[in-house]
C-alpha cells in the first residue's frame, strides 16, 4: 500500500510539474527568468517540472503569484499541490491562521460530501463576506 501512495505522489508532483511547465511556457518565460521571479535556482525550476520535488509552500506561493493561472488552472494546481504535501495551499491557510473560528465551523463537514450546489451556496455567501 505504500508504494502505491508513493506511486501517487510520484503521479502527482509529475502532473503538477508539467503544469506549471505549460504556464510558464505559455508565458513565454525562459526557465532561467522564472528561476529569478520565483528567487530559486535554474535547477531547483527543473528538478520541479520534471516532478522530482514539490515546491516548498513559500515557492509554490510565488509561482502561483508570477504564472497568475486562471481559476480552472489553480485549481488544478492546488488539488496536486494539497494531495502532495497534505497541507493546504499557502494562501488558504493563511486564512485559517487569520480566521481561526473558521477551522471548528469547517471541521463541522467532517464526513460531508457537498453537491456542487452546496458548494456554489457556500461561494455565494462567502462572496456576501467581502460586500459588508
Known amino acids: 500500500m505504500a508504494k502505491k501512495n508513493f506511486e501517487t505522489q510520484h503521479d502527482d508532483k509529475q502532473s503538477l510539474g508539467k503544469l506549471i511547465c505549460r504556464l510558464r511556457k505559455a508565458q513565454k518565460l525562459s526557465l532561467r527568468k522564472f528561476a529569478n521571479a520565483i528567487d530559486i535556482p535554474p535547477s531547483n525550476v527543473t528538478y520541479i517540472e520534471k516532478g522530482v520535488n514539490a515546491p516548498s509552500p513559500e515557492v509554490y506561493s510565488k509561482i502561483v503569484n508570477v504564472l497568475s493561472p ?6 488544478e494546481m492546488d488539488m496536486y499541490y494539497c494531495k502532495i504535501r497534505n497541507i493546504p495551499p499557502p494562501d488558504v491557510c493563511e486564512i485559517l491562521l487569520k480566521t481561526p473560528g473558521l477551522r471548528e465551523k469547517l471541521r463541522i463537514l467532517d464526513d460531508v460530501q457537498l453537491s456542487s450546489n452546496q458548494l456554489e451556496s ?11
Open 70 to 75: 486562471n481559476v480552472q488552472e489553480h485549481q
Open 122 to 132: 457556500i461561494g455565494t455567501l462567502f462572496l456576501t463576506f467581502k460586500q459588508i
